[in-house]
């Protein structure tokens, strides 16, 4: 394992903390690793941010900055099979923290709070709100991974208590070959452990209403995300306010 030196620095007033770049991030782009379909066994437990960060940064070999952020906050344990960028979005799912990509070596992480300025400029969003597995090679699941994505949206619009929008989670699924849900796993939690039970009740079990490909990797990482108060939730309008 490459050991990743932690260390405190200044960069255009913000104190950000880092994880040094090892050989490996400096032959590869950040983009390319966080877009790869490789699946690497992480097993980050639940600890402070800064911590966590550079957990992940030396088990998928990338430089992670922080900036504006409190170190010590807690975060979620993270454990599985994942691709680097599902391991980043069940590691953040909870935070509403955001990344950025800086350049071919790092990663960026800050609240939204955080003001643009030039430690920001030519930063690109990280896509962390999506469903993985989309696209693996010459493969094409676009169709499919929309279909769980409605499945379950609409699933979980049934119930106010489980109606998305308010609250942020991160979930692997995995499917059996008939496209029923086998088994599903929350990567953190929505913040009330009754609500946590709920969707799990709700997604134990669910059809898709079709068979998955048979070489779809698995499992599908979703993050659900919070809508701000000015924006509709995706629900349908039949769903339980």
């Known amino acids: 394992m490459t050991q990743v030196a932690i260390s405190v620095a200044v960069l255009l007033g913000a104190f950000l903390l880092f994880a040094c770049a090892?050989?490996?991030?400096?032959?590869?782009?950040?983009?390319t690793l966080l877009n790869s379909s490789e699946r690497l066994s992480f097993d980050i437990p639940a600890q402070p941010l800064a911590q966590a960060l550079r957990a992940y940064g030396q088990r998928s070999d990338l430089s992670v900055l922080l900036d504006?952020?409190?170190?010590?906050?807690?975060?979620?344990?993270?454990?599985?099979?994942?691709?680097?960028?599902?391991?980043?979005?069940?590691?953040?799912?909870?935070?509403?923290?955001?990344?950025?990509?800086?350049?071919?070596?790092?990663?960026?992480?800050?609240?939204?709070?955080?003001?643009?300025g030039r430690a920001t400029a030519g930063q690109r969003p990280l896509n962390l709100n999506h469903i993985s597995g989309v696209r693996d090679?010459?493969?094409?699941?676009?169709?499919?991974?929309?279909?769980?994505?409605?499945?379950?949206?609409?699933?979980?619009?049934r119930s106010p208590q489980?109606?998305?929008?308010?609250?942020?989670?991160a979930m692997q699924l995995w499917l059996k070959p008939d496209g029923?849900?086998?088994?599903?796993?929350?990567?953190?939690?929505?913040g009330r452990a009754s609500r946590d039970e709920a969707i799990s009740r709700v997604l134990d079990s669910?059809?898709?209403?079709?068979?998955?490909?048979?070489?779809?990797?698995?499992?599908?990482?979703?993050?659900?995300?919070?809508?701000?108060?000015?924006?509709?939730?995706?629900?349908?309008?039949?769903?339980?306010?």
Do not use: W
């Not at 029923?180 to 953190?188: A, D, I, N, P, T």
């Open 137 to 157: 090679g010459a493969h094409d699941y676009s169709t499919y991974v929309v279909r769980v994505q409605q499945t379950v949206r609409n699933a979980l619009c």
């Open 180 to 190: 029923q849900v086998e088994r599903v796993h929350l990567l953190g939690s929505t």
């Open 162 to 169: 489980t109606r998305p929008g308010a609250y942020r989670l």
């Open 68 to 116: 504006g952020a409190d170190p010590q906050r807690p975060m979620p344990a993270v454990r599985g099979q994942m691709t680097r960028t599902q391991a980043l979005a069940a590691l953040l799912a909870d935070s509403g923290l955001q990344a950025f990509y800086v350049d071919n070596r790092s990663i960026v992480i800050r609240p939204p709070s955080s003001k643009p």
């Open 206 to 241: 669910l059809r898709m209403g079709a068979a998955p490909d048979a070489s779809l990797p698995q499992p599908l990482v979703l993050l659900l995300a919070p809508v701000s108060g000015h924006v509709r939730d995706d629900c349908p309008v039949q769903a339980g306010k």
């Open 22 to 31: 090892s050989l490996a991030v400096a032959r590869s782009d950040a983009d």
